[in-house]
């Protein structure tokens, strides 16, 4: 069992991986093209914003990496709870899609397609997906 949590944490850190590898990639392109770029409005400081969110991410590269040798981790899976904390997986989809649609609302804020209501709209987003998380969380808790 612990070796398929280990691969498990290993295979997530390689996806989150990938993504920022894609984000640098986009950034690098991104600074050599911008002044070839006319469709964006902003192209001379859109690199800024996929350099972060590619950095960003290769940080939650190295985060879950980490957690697939955490031996308290480990431990918990394989207690009785087990099946009770598989449960909780619907916060982690709130947590993938909070940062997913943080990064969004970045890269339009760099890219220069951000006008107010457009920011509005998706912080108002963000605010009820990070509520939502914190109701769940805090409803698993009580039932543990």
Known sequence: MKTFMERKYKAVSAVWAALGIIFLAGALLMLIMRDDMPQIPRADIAYIGFLIIGIIFL???????????????????????????????????FLIQTVLLSSALFLLCFMGYANAPVIITLMCIIALSVFIYIISSLYYNQKM
């Open 59 to 93: 940080i939650i590269t190295a985060a879950t990496y980490c957690m697939a040798k955490d031996k308290n981790a480990m431990i918990g899976e394989n207690d009785e709870m087990s099946e009770i904390i598989s449960g909780k997986a619907g916060n982690l989809a």
